[in-house]
């Protein structure tokens, strides 16, 4: 084999990996209390360890606001380059239920080529000449909930999104020790596969470092709770069709975030 073969092999190899190490997408706001009618600041960030922003996303693929009677009323979004996120403002109408904010990112097409990793379409690099290995879309999707009560009813909207976590149990009612469950949707069809959690201080260290793993089956997967805190529930899929010509494959993210108290 030759050299020129190995480091070509190499490369792909590294390059493969990378989606499933990529960032994830959050929502996360420092100061959680809500007024009825006034302003709420949050920010979406892009991270490997868990709500520690670590780049700012392209805004022109970021969508994000506020859920208000089933429908995603989206904000004005604001680079904030010191802070590696995104700022946006919501303003509440209702706080007699919980409040859900929620984030879509418009992933870019990345591909492996013979000379590395590049981004665009196929059919674009393949017009410059390059040989496209691989093309994959990377899209994800963020939520989260505050303002829980014990007699919420609104925390488990199903908001639509290709792959979604959707509460099962109140975070509300939840506390150390106990299970926190959730159902999984996959382009509207129960999700089975692996599932990651964590909590705020579990690790700041390391980069892709969860506190919990599981697997959803049936659409269901079960957390156990082992510290108050913010909790991040993640899923992933891979290897879903792709559009000819743009993309060879889709991969999908979905992050929820809540509070245990």
């Known amino acids: 084999m030759t050299l020129k073969r190995i480091i070509t092999i190499s490369v792909i190899i590294a390059l493969s990996a990378i989606p499933s190490f990529s960032h994830e997408l959050t929502i996360k706001a420092e100061n959680e209390t809500m007024k009825e009618g006034q302003p709420f600041h949050a920010t979406v960030q ?49 706080l007699s239920q919980s409040v859900i904010l929620a984030a879509i990112k418009d992933g870019e097409t990345w591909c492996i080529t013979n000379e590395g990793g590049k981004s665009g379409a196929r059919k674009e690099l393949e017009a ?60 509207g069809q129960p999700y089975t596969g692996p599932v990651w959690a964590t909590y705020d201080g579990f690790v700041r260290e390391y980069e892709n470092t969860y506190a919990y793993y599981t697997e959803a089956e049936n659409g269901e997967a079960h957390i156990k709770i082992t510290a108050p805190g913010w909790w991040g529930i993640r899923a992933y899929q891979d290897n ?5 010509g743009d993309y060879d494959t889709r991969t999908l993210r979905a992050f929820l975030l809540f509070r245990v108290k």
């Open 240 to 244: 879903l069709p792709g559009v000819e």
């Open 128 to 187: 410059k000449n390059l040989k496209v290995l691989r093309a994959t879309k990377n899209d994800k999707y963020a939520k989260a909930i505050y303002n829980t009560s014990h007699d919420d009813k609104n925390y488990s909207q199903i908001l639509g999104h290709p792959l979604e976590i959707i509460p099962i149990t109140n975070p509300a009612d939840v506390k150390t020790g106990d299970y926190f469950n959730v159902k999984i949707l996959l382009n």
């Open 46 to 94: 892009s991270a490997h360890r868990f709500i520690i922003p670590e780049e700012v996303e392209v805004l022109e693929r970021v969508k994000a606001g506020i859920i208000e009677d089933g429908k995603f009323i989206t904000s004005e979004l604001k680079a904030n380059e010191p802070g590696l996120c995104i700022d946006f403002t919501v303003t509440p109408k209702d």
